[in-house]
């Protein structure tokens, strides 16, 4: 991934994970954490929330287009994924 | 596909008389409704929607916006309860619990909103059993039944006949396995199964992996994984590959089966919807999850 992952999407994805795992300590995750295994311990459960949560807020099918999910890799590669293959958001409230 | 849920409408069906009449002509299809049925299409349980209507216009109208709904008219229903979409041949022992297993996931889901900890500290509390053993004859219904039934975490995407699992559980060369689940709120018996076969190059090869999504979250699958890396490693294996049909309603099994190392073969096109994910079983292998007690019942042999 070229692009860096946009700073108000690294904090949208803490808070998502957070709330998904129910562990607040998530909230200041480092971007180099691994999303699988003793990281953040992504499961099926909660790494379908994410991705779920992802498509719905950034509008991006991670599922969909990256087979293998290298994208989870860690939290920055999500974020760089993300702001490289998101549509412009609309204006809040329009 | 099994029908799991029938919409029934009331008038002159289980009624005698029209329960609410309309002044105005039926309008065209609400949007909202368009896009709940769009909704239900992707997610693949519109196969699984019968509906009944007394009024043929009406279910003119629903055959023609949503053609997968099973459409039936009142005097069909009476017919259709003997055909295989909506009475399956083998009541197994999940179907018939279904009722108390869905108020026992009530009570789960309720103490875990309630739980203080985190989710790992909750499934720890719920004290998760997952059993794992070679399939025996008796399973085969059952078996079968998650076949038809599980898409979220299910390699195949096709039926397979209980003609066919029986052959499997029989012979010497495919393994299959079962999967049980338990914990303190209660027993959700058989959730999950795969089949397995050892080819001469060192690769075993799960040629079909399914659970059903009510175990989803709990450990099962990854519990699954775990054990069989570490039963094809000692097995003498090099290499366990799972070829996978992959699709929109699978993602969960992907992610099981990213988290426990698996990757596709490089070079499958994008679009492409048959993968072999496979992982090496040199080194670490995948570990089952520390709240999850995982144990093998009776003999299971390496095929």
């Given at each position: 991934m070229s692009s860096d992952g946009a700073p108000e999407v690294v904090a949208e994805l803490r808070e998502i994970l957070a709330r998904a795992t129910g562990?607040?300590?998530?909230?200041?995750?480092?971007?180099?954490?691994?999303?699988?295994?003793?990281?953040?311990?992504?499961d099926s459960l909660t790494g379908t929330l994410l991705l779920r949560e992802v498509h719905r807020r950034f509008s991006v099918d991670v599922a969909a287009e990256d087979l293998n999910l290298d994208?989870?890799?860690?939290l920055g590669t999500l974020a760089a994924y993300i702001t490289g293959h998101a549509p412009a958001r609309p204006a809040p409230g329009g | 596909m099994i029908v799991k849920c029938v919409v029934w409408?009331?008038?002159?069906?289980?009624?005698?008389?029209?329960y609410l009449e309309s002044?105005?002509?039926?309008?065209?299809?609400d949007p909202a409704l368009v896009a709940a049925a769009a909704q239900l299409r992707d997610r693949g349980i519109i196969h699984a929607i019968a509906f009944v209507d007394d009024d043929p216009y009406e279910r003119a109208e629903v055959s023609f916006a949503v053609p997968e709904v099973l459409v039936l008219s009142p005097e069909d229903m009476a017919d259709a309860v003997g055909w295989p979409e909506l009475s399956p041949a083998v009541v197994t022992a999940e179907a018939r619990r279904r009722g108390e297993m869905y108020a026992e996931r009530r009570r789960r889901e309720q103490e875990a909103r309630a739980f203080a900890g985190s989710r790992d500290e909750f499934l720890r509390y719920c004290g998760t059993r997952v059993t794992i053993a070679r399939a025996a004859e008796t399973d085969v219904p059952r078996l079968h039944e998650l076949s038809v039934r599980?898409?979220?975490?299910?390699?195949?995407g096709e039926p397979v006949a209980e003609r066919e699992l029986r052959r499997m559980v029989g012979s010497a060369e495919d393994q299959v396995t079962t999967v049980r689940l338990s914990d303190r709120f209660g027993d959700d018996g058989l959730v999950g199964g795969c089949v397995t076969r050892a080819g001469q190059d060192g690769t075993w090869t799960v040629t079909l992996l399914m659970m059903s999504?009510?175990?989803?979250?709990?450990?099962v699958i990854e519990a699954l994984l775990a054990w069989l890396a570490g039963t094809a490693a000692r097995g003498g294996a090099t290499r366990l590959a799972v070829p996978c049909l992959v699709s929109p309603r699978n993602v969960p099994l992907r992610l099981a089966l990213t988290a426990a190392g698996f990757r596709a073969d490089?070079?499958?096109?994008?679009?492409?919807r048959r993968a072999v994910f496979s992982r090496s079983l040199s080194g670490p292998l995948p570990e089952v999850p520390g709240w999850v007690t995982s144990s093998v019942a009776g003999r299971v042999t390496e095929p």
């Open positions: 562990r607040a300590e998530l909230l200041g995750l480092s971007e180099q954490t691994p999303l699988f295994g003793a990281g953040v311990g992504l994208a989870l890799a860690t | 409408d009331l008038d002159n069906t289980l009624l005698s008389g029209v002044e105005a002509q039926p309008p065209p299809p599980t898409h979220q975490f299910n390699t195949g999504c009510r175990a989803m979250g709990r450990g490089p070079g499958v096109p994008a679009g492409q």
